[in-house]
Each structure stands twice: as C-alpha cells, then as structure tokens.
C-alpha cells in the first residue's frame, strides 16, 4: 500500500503522522511512504531521516493525496485538504466530527473511508488511541491555566501554589477520566487545592484512593458545578462522551458568579466544549475574556510539545497503520472490532451513531461497511 504523511497546516500545529521510526516500520512491512516535505522538522526530524529508513520525500501535499491510498495524519483535514480526498481512499487521524458539520458534509462528499483515532477502542471500552493525547493535554491544561492567572495575561495574579502565609489558587477539574487524572496530578503537585467531579461512583472511589487528602471528589450535578465554579480560581473543562458533542456543564449565567480574572480551560473544546461561552482558540491566539473570566480553549493543545505528542501517539496508531496496509482497511477492521470503532464514514454515509445523532444524519452500521 502507498502511505502518505502530509505537512500538518493548522496554526501552530508541529506533529507529523509517522516519525521517521515508524515511516521505516511501514517500508519494512513492504510499502511505499510518501512525506511531505518538511512535515517532521517540528519534531526535530529531517527529510534525509526520512530518506534514511526508505521514505520518499514529495514536495507538496498535492502530491501525498494525489498518490497516497493512506493518508496518515494528526490533526482533522482543513477545507483545502478535504478538497484533496477521493473516493476509497483511506484517512487515518483525529477527526471530532459531532461539532464540525462542515468537515461531516466535506468528508460525506469525498467517499473517502474516514478512521478517527478518537474512537478506536480497546477490550475494557477505553479510547487508547486518544489517551496519550489525553494525557498530554491533561498535564499542559494546569501549565497554562498557570500562565493565564498571571495578571499580564488578564488573570487575578494568583500563584498556583501560594506561598507560605498565602493560600494557593483553588483548581475544579471537572471530568475525572485521562485528561481530569493528569490535570489534577499536575494541579497537585504544584501545590493548589483542587477538586475533581466526576458522576462515576467506581471514578470518584478511584481518584480518592489515589489523591488521598490532595484532592477533593464530590459527586458532580449542577449543585456542586455552581459551588465549585464560583468559588474556584481555575477550572479545567474534561468531560468526553466518546464520539458525541460535550455537555456543556458551565452556563453563561455561572460566569457573573466566578471571581474576577478566574481561568476556564476548555479541553473538549475538540468536541464542542463543555462551557457554554467556549469557542475554538489556536496557539497564536489562545484566549478570550468573557464576564471578566479568562477563557483558554485551544484545540490542538498537545501541538505544542510535537515531540512527546508525536512519540506518544505514534506507540498506539501505528499497528494500526500496519494492520490496516498489511491487510486493507476492510479486512484489517474485520479482524479487530476495536480497530472497527474507528470508522467514522464510509461510502458517503456516518457509520458513527454519535455522530450521526449529534448532527442529525443518518446512520449506517459498521457491519454494513465491513459486508459490502
């Protein structure tokens, strides 16, 4: 099979789909790899990395679509590479299509196959090829929820950890599954007093019995979001239902009742975001004021550590990759139900029923796909 690997292009966003390690993992199984020019150098990796393991290095990402019947990616495909899809040909990357419905309709109308690592699943129902992402954005949300107390940044100018004499920021993580554990880790150790709700009893037992006194776990319902909220200094949005739009959690109306400079850090903003005054934000420009409460929402977070992001992601897709090339799509998702819960559209249709019900499409099983 030809695999291609595209220069990422949206804003500030360094991962490539394959490292040099593993473009040469794919040659080794017998096929092609075409890289764009360029596309490893946010993680250090040059074309002649590339060249060393076998991969061939094309100019443009004209050439990598055009040629490639895989096309491997990090990021969801902007308009002008979603112009570039054709009919079978396989997309292998993060796609979040329950809030994008241009992207839904661009992918509906390229009859591409459309993989979305975000809802790969394992045997005990877990998301192992978002994890590691996960894990990233957990731990960078309290780094920049840090940054954004900073009163320059428009914040209260709050210390997360205190000093002696001074008490330390108050953090709400809300969702205690990969990206609340990490936040409330980092949050921990820097020394704030943090609180993490989760509506899983066996979650809340978890996290307890890891965080000990360093953290709080109340059951989350609207009662303890509005007490956590207002009285909080930073509070990280972390909730996911796989596949579907986030709930938003946290109302506009709570916002008049938060202090002065607080900090919102919105990770699911990849899924629509679980705060109702969320909006996407890139790198270049990361937040927004609304109700004098700074907003963070960047959607591509982990981009800005392309190293560690790309190694991590690289250890779980890229059996997949292998898998897929070895046998083609069809017999790869075959075999593995988990690989399977990835397609997200086939043929022109959504093969994702929370994608399908969250834009209000029409739903294809899987099996359908998979027996055609």
Known sequence: MRVGVPTEIKDHEYRVGLTPESAGEVVRHGHEVMVQS?????????????????????????????????????????????????????????????????????????????????????????????????????????????????????????????????????????????????????????????????????????????????AKTPFSNATTIQDCVSTSDVVIGAVLIPGAAAPRLVTRDMLGTMKRGAVLVDVAIDQGGCFETSKP????????????????????????????????????????VLSIADKGWRAALGDDANLADGLNVWNGQVTNAAVAESLNLDFVPITTALHS
């Open 38 to 214: 360029g596309a490893g150098l946010g993680i250090g990796a040059t074309d002649d990395d590339y060249r060393a393991v076998g991969a061939q290095i094309v100019d443009t990402s004209d050439q990598v679509f055009s040629k490639a019947e895989m096309v491997v990616k990090v990021k969801e495909p902007l308009a002008s590479e979603r112009a570039l899809l054709r009919d079978d040909q396989i997309l292998f990357t993060y796609l979040h299509l329950a809030p994008d419905p241009d992207q839904t309709r661009d992918l509906l109308a390229s009859g591409a196959i459309c993989i979305a690592y975000e809802t790969v699943t394992d045997a005990t129902g877990g998301l192992p090829l978002l994890k590691p992402m996960s894990q990233v954005a957990g731990r960078m949300s309290i780094q920049a929820a840090a940054h954004c107390l900073e009163k320059a940044q428009s914040g209260r100018g709050v210390l997360m950890g205190g000093v002696p004499g001074v008490l330390p920021a108050r953090v709400t993580v809300i969702g205690g599954g990969v990206v609340g554990f990490n936040a409330a880790q980092m949050a921990v150790g820097m020394g704030a007093d943090v609180t993490i709700l989760d509506r899983s009893p066996r979650a809340l037992e978890a996290l307890s019995r890891h965080f000990g006194v360093q």
């Open 281 to 320: 934000t890139t790198h270049s420009d990361p937040t927004f004021v609304v109700d004098d409460v700074v907003h963070y929402c960047v959607a591509n977070m982990p981009g800005a550590v392309a190293r560690t992001s790309t190694y991590a992601l690289n250890n779980v897709t890229l059996p997949h």
